[in-house]
């Protein structure tokens, strides 16, 4: 089982940038694609990026492509999501997960509000 912990989320404001970071523990996780996912009020969770588990491929919605970049360091067992250009509708909980998700893996995610 990976156990993931995000950070880096706050509050932003239109036009800004942050940088999310999802530390993951357990032998395996070099194997494993991983995504960020997020999950706004009264919204079910939406994927919004995705990358190999080399780090060569990356997918986007067209909802953050060209504002968004996930990056990997599998030596630091870590993936980031670089996010610029937000925007209000950006606002929610960001979460890291397994692509496709493991049920089992979720953690608390971590927060970013987007607000002048």
Do not use: H
Request: charged letters at 15%; glycine letters at 12%; aromatic letters at 10%.
């Amino acid at each position: 089982q990976v156990q993931l912990v995000e950070s880096g989320g706050g509050l932003v404001q239109p036009g800004g940038s942050l940088r999310l970071s999802c530390a993951a523990s357990g032998s395996r996780y070099m194997v494993y694609a991983m995504g960020w996912y997020r999950q706004a009020p009264g919204k079910q969770r939406e994927l919004v990026a995705t990358i190999s588990s080399g780090g060569s491929t990356k997918n986007y919605p067209d909802s953050v492509k060209g504002r968004f970049t996930i990056s990997r360091d599998n030596a630091k067992n870590t993936v980031y999501l670089q996010m610029d250009s937000l925007k209000p509708e950006d606002t929610a909980v960001y979460y890291c997960n397994t692509y496709p998700p493991s049920p089992v893996d979720w953690g608390q995610g971590t927060q970013v509000t987007v607000s002048s």
